[in-house]
Nanobody, 123 residues
Framework: QVQLVESGGGLVQAGGSLRLSCAAS????????MAWFRQAPGKEREVVAA????????YYADSVKGRFTISRDNAKSTVYLQMNSLKPEDTAVYYC????????????????WGQGTQVTVSS
């Protein structure tokens, strides 16, 4: 069982930056692959980035590659999403998710989800 709490969302102008944090409860954080997903109004949930157990492997959606960076600190039981050069189309609710084993871009494979944090990028 994993409990996830996201923070760091807010309102930012296009071209700005935000860093999202996801704090996990418990002492088994390093056993889970982690990911960030987002869902914009009227659209389906989509993967943003994912990271392996130890942080050695990462996946990024084409739409954010080169702008966003996912990282994790297992000692702090926290995963981060650094978002630079933000665009209005990045506006969405961002969710942190966790799964056992190998990381994946498939949302249905993730077992635990945070409550979400709103990111709004103005033009």
């Amino acid at each position: 069982q994993v409990q996830l709490v996201e923070s760091g969302g807010g309102l930012v102008q296009a071209g700005g930056s935000l860093r999202l944090s996801c704090a996990a409860s418990g002492r088994t954080f390093s056993r889970y692959a982690m990911a960030w997903f987002r869902q914009a109004p009227g659209k389906e949930r989509e993967v943003v980035a994912a990271i392996s157990l130890g942080g050695g492997s990462r996946y990024y959606a084409d739409s954010v590659k080169g702008r966003f960076t996912i990282s994790r600190d297992n000692a702090k039981s926290t995963v981060y999403l650094q978002m630079n050069s933000l665009k209005p189309e990045d506006t969405a609710v961002y969710y942190c998710a966790a799964k056992s084993g190998i990381y994946s871009s498939d949302s249905s494979s993730y077992d635990y989800w945070g409550q979400g944090t709103q990111v709004t990028v103005s033009s």
